[in-house]
């Protein structure tokens, strides 16, 4: 009989895609160069579903501390030079006076202007972006909207709003309101830059093209953010943020190839994408490619743990078996606290046969962590596979001893005694305890089914386990039961179903041989 459902082949821990790294701030990093313009954005934008944040660019003043009277020959805007002299005079010296460090008397100036030529939309236009520059959200949204009651085309207008709301949306909290808060704000920012974007300034704009790609990627209009991404992208190869942010519109493009594609072109210059370029390729199955990608990523944070056990993990599915135990080893000799390290190398070890020294790399841990109910139930399915039954029962006993509300140690104690046809009473009692604490666990039904089978109950049998085959459709094990169950009620068809399904599975842990002569068998019995 197969070994004990979901913990045969050890569980390696879920790894959410969280980049390692989360510190690019400032302006949009283009190659060498950096982007500028006169106005700027705050805060930061969320990331798609891997969890990772990258702030948005800050859109920094740059104008260089020269005379005034060079800043008269530069080419003013048209509809600035069309306004009374006096305002365009404040607004000149408004500027000059930013540059120099006097946000105070730039204030002060542009608030001239504005009384000057109350009616220019731009002037106004230009307090708005004054305002942001100096993180005054409030009254940055009160004069743009002000501009674009003066003229509802004012570029710069827009220009702010657009990046406000934007920042906005990255700090609503948390809970249902507040996803439903950004999803508005977020709806709002892309309008407003969208109305940037009609002037055709706005499509070479690369910081706007950055801010409105990732706020597509957000809002799931993922042909959107590739195609402003890939501006910005095309015109600074380099961008690291670009790329990253171009990466994420294809995973939401469900296009990984691309995905992968945009990283690969910098990860060797900047190491710093090769956590998320590895996590990207997890998600592609290229699982020798990402264990790669991790060890570049370690040469840039070497005494990561999740970067030391993600590349395990890969190696482990790409079965690469005696890398992950090598790997493991070193990780376990660096982080002796951390137990997921002999967990892991034990089980890459049993996995390449050598079953003995698994258990004498996870005795020692056991011994030590007598509470660590990943290790023990390890280490009881190493017992078990090795034909260590009684040990293995007596390490789960003492864990359920321990922590008598741990369903794991329950269903798999549970398992353990149906699975050797004894004490079945005890064994179905142990599983409805672990059902109790996690009703729908369809590992735990399966057990309970499995006790019931093991007890000649083939209806209850097959209650349990045809819902845990339902939502386990490629566990080779489960599907086998139900095979098992279903050929005790005389339905051949059906088990050979079942059966079939077995042999196709990537979970569980069967006997291939012995399934194929059920089948063989079964098909002389179906009329």
Request: net charge neutral; with cysteine; aromatic share 6%.
């Amino acid at each position: 009989m197969s070994s004990l459902i979901g913990y045969t082949r050890r569980h390696v821990p879920h790894l959410s895609a969280v980049p390692f790294f989360t510190s690019f701030t400032g302006v949009l990093q283009l190659g060498q160069a950096r982007i500028s313009s006169n106005s700027a954005s705050i805060g930061t934008l969320e990331t798609i579903a891997f969890c990772a944040k990258i702030p948005l660019p800050m859109r920094t003043l740059r104008v260089v501390s020269i005379a005034l009277a060079a800043v008269l020959l530069l080419a003013p805007r048209a509809a600035l030079a069309q306004n009374g002299a006096e305002a365009y005079y404040d607004f000149l010296m408004a500027r000059h006076l930013e540059a120099s460090g006097d946000s105070k008397g730039a204030q002060a100036q542009l608030e001239k202007a504005v009384a000057a030529d109350p009616k220019s939309a731009e002037v106004h236009a230009e307090l708005a972006a004054f305002f942001l520059r100096r993180d005054d959200g409030d009254n940055a949204e009160r004069v743009a909207k002000d501009a674009l009651q003066l003229d509802d085309d004012s570029s710069e207008a827009h220009r702010v709003l657009g990046m406000l709301y934007a920042a906005k949306s990255e700090d609503t909290g948390r809970g249902q309101g507040a996803q439903a808060q950004a999803t508005d704000l977020v709806k709002q920012a892309i309008a407003h830059l969208e109305r940037v974007t009609e002037n055709p300034a706005g499509l070479t704009d690369l910081n706007l093209q950055y801010t409105l790609g990732r706020l597509y990627t957000r809002a799931g209009m993922a042909d959107k953010a590739i195609a402003a991404l890939t501006r910005v992208v095309n015109e600074n190869p380099l961008s690291v943020q670009g790329r990253l942010s171009l990466a994420q519109a294809y995973v939401v493009a469900h296009d990984m190839n691309n995905a992968i594609l945009a990283l690969e072109e910098i990860v060797d210059d900047e190491p710093r994408v090769a956590n998320m370029l590895g996590q990207f390729q997890e998600q592609a199955g290229r699982l020798k490619d990402a264990a790669d990608s991790y060890t570049k990523a370690l040469g840039v944070a070497p005494n990561s743990r999740e970067l030391k056990v993600r590349r395990i993990a890969a190696l482990l599915g790409a079965k690469e078996f005696q890398r992950a135990a090598e790997f493991a080893a070193q990780a376990q000799m660096q982080h002796a606290d951390d137990l997921r390290f002999p967990q892991l190398r034990a089980h890459a070890l049993q996995q390449m046969g050598d079953s003995a020294r698994a258990i004498t790399v996870l005795e020692p841990v056991a011994r030590s962590n007598p509470n660590d109910a990943t290790t023990q139930l390890a280490l009881a399915d190493l017992y078990s596979n090795t034909g260590r039954k009684a040990d293995a029962e007596r390490t789960v006993r003492q864990l359920v001893t321990l922590e008598p509300g741990n369903a794991d140690a329950l269903n798999y104690l549970g398992y353990l005694l149906a699975d050797g046809g004894k004490q079945l009473d005890e064994a179905i009692r142990l599983v409805r305890r672990a059902l109790d604490i996690e009703p729908d666990n369809p590992n735990y039904l399966d057990s309970l089914g499995w006790a019931y089978y093991r007890r000649g109950d083939y209806d209850q049998a097959e209650k349990y386990v045809v819902p845990a085959a339902q939502q386990m459709p490629r566990n080779a094990t489960v599907q086998e039961h139900l095979g098992d169950i279903l050929a005790k009620r005389n339905r051949w068809a059906d088990a050979i179903a079942a059966w079939t399904r077995a042999l196709q599975g990537d979970e569980g842990d069967i006997n291939k041989a012995a399934v194929e002569k059920k089948i063989a068998d079964a098909r002389g019995k179906v009329r």
